[in-house]
Structures are given as C-alpha cells and as structure tokens.
C-alpha cells in the first residue's frame, strides 16, 4: 500500500509558476508509474503527466506540454510537478497517483487546490 500527500498548490496569477510535491509513504522505485491528474469544477478527473518507472517514460496531456515537467526523486520516495506560464484553465484540484502491483492498483492523495487568476 502506498500513501500519497500532496503539497504545494495554491493562488497565482496566469503567467506565474508553482511546483507541486507529492510525498509516498515507501519506496517509489517499485511502483508501475507516478502521475498528476486534475479535475475542474463540473468536469472530469484528467491525467495531466504520467511516468513510467520501467522505462523512464513520460506522458503529457496535449494541453500542458510544454509547460508542465513532471520528475521524481526516488531517495525522497517524492514525485513533482513544475508548471510555468499557468493559464486559468489549469485551474482545479490536482490529484498525485501511483499505480502499482501485476494489477496496477491505484493509490490516489487527497489533493491540492490550484486556482489561476486571469
């Protein structure tokens, strides 16, 4: 089992910057993948970056490449989220994710608020 806490969101004005942290409860090097996903008011919870530990790939949603960088640090078991040049629309809660086991279970945090100002 793995427990995920989220840190790091908050109040910026478009254009701004803001990196989120998410801390595990264990080891991170084992799990499938770490990802980011959010979910607006009135809309769906979406995958913003994902990376898979077998192979180091990375994953974007379309509409934060670019802008969006996700890494981790596996001797901090922590997993992060740099975004630049924020836009309203990234406005939402942001949710840290790990998959992990042959079934690919899903540990979720509790999120993190991220309001862009316009």
């Known amino acids: 089992q793995v427990q995920l806490v989220e840190s790091g969101g908050g109040l910026v004005q478009a254009g701004g910057s803001l990196r989120l942290s998410c801390a595990a409860s264990?080891?991170?090097?084992?799990?499938?993948?770490l990802g980011w996903y959010r979910q607006a008011p009135g809309k769906q919870r979406e995958l913003v970056a994902q990376?898979?530990?077998?192979?180091?790939?990375?994953n974007y949603a379309d509409s934060v490449k670019g802008r969006f960088t996700i890494s981790r640090d596996n001797a901090k078991n922590t997993v992060y989220l740099q975004m630049i040049s924020l836009k309203p629309e990234d406005t939402g809660v942001y949710y840290c994710?790990?998959?992990?086991?042959?079934?690919?279970?899903?540990?979720w945090g509790q999120g993190t608020q991220v309001t862009v100002s316009s």
């Open positions: 990376t898979i530990t077998s192979t180091g790939r990375t």
């Open positions: 994710n790990a998959k992990s086991g042959l079934l690919r279970q899903d540990y």
């Open positions: 264990r080891g991170i090097s084992g799990v499938n993948s």
